[in-house]
């Protein structure tokens, strides 16, 4: 799921929120104050400071940047993105090729608009922000009609699988130990 933070909207996470401005950061107060589920795996005790990656690393987010990159990499993937990136093309939104296209052609629309202050900055910053919607709608449609967002669930599932298969008596293990049974 892509989640784009749009200036002057609350964004939530956990059971914080926060109101987002221009140009800030999106980072909740729950966020901050360690609600996460990281910092709760923390406070469960030692079981997560002994815990190491099944494949010896010392990362253990490593095996999810990796899962990542294989599911973006996956043919299905790479076809959906292709058949996104033209439907974008059609309804007037050519170049973006990337699923971060999108925000990140919004976010330097916007810096262009704020760039200088003379008078009509108002008027350039709707515009951008009419700009953002149609993109956006044309963004979901286009992940729709392309299979992007089906194609990019469904290799990842099969991977995740495919990893919990080859790797279940280490996974039976960990789980034994931080529920204080191993």
Do not use: F, K
Not at 124 to 130: E, S, W
């Amino acid at each position: 799921m892509t989640a784009w933070a749009y200036p002057g909207i609350e964004a939530s996470a956990g059971t914080g929120s926060a109101v987002v401005e221009p140009g800030s950061a999106v980072v909740s107060a729950a966020v901050r104050a360690g609600d996460g589920c990281r910092q709760r795996a923390e406070n469960a005790g030692s079981a997560w400071t002994a815990y190491t990656p099944l494949d010896g690393g010392s990362d253990p987010w490593g095996l999810r940047t990796l899962m990542s990159g294989a599911v973006l990499d996956a043919p299905e993937v790479v076809a959906a993105r292709g058949r996104w990136s033209h439907c974008l093309a059609e309804s007037g939104h050519p170049g973006m090729t990337t699923e971060s296209d999108p925000p990140t052609s919004v976010e330097q629309a916007l810096t262009a608009a704020r760039s200088t202050d003379d008078g009509g900055q108002d008027a350039r910053l709707a515009a951008v922000q009419a700009s953002e919607i149609a993109l956006a709608v044309a963004d979901h449609d286009c992940r729709v009609s392309s299979g992007l967002t089906a194609a990019r669930d469904a290799a990842q599932r099969a991977m995740e699988q495919e990893y919990v298969d080859a790797h279940r008596a280490e996974l039976e293990q960990l789980r034994a130990a931080i529920n204080g049974g191993g």
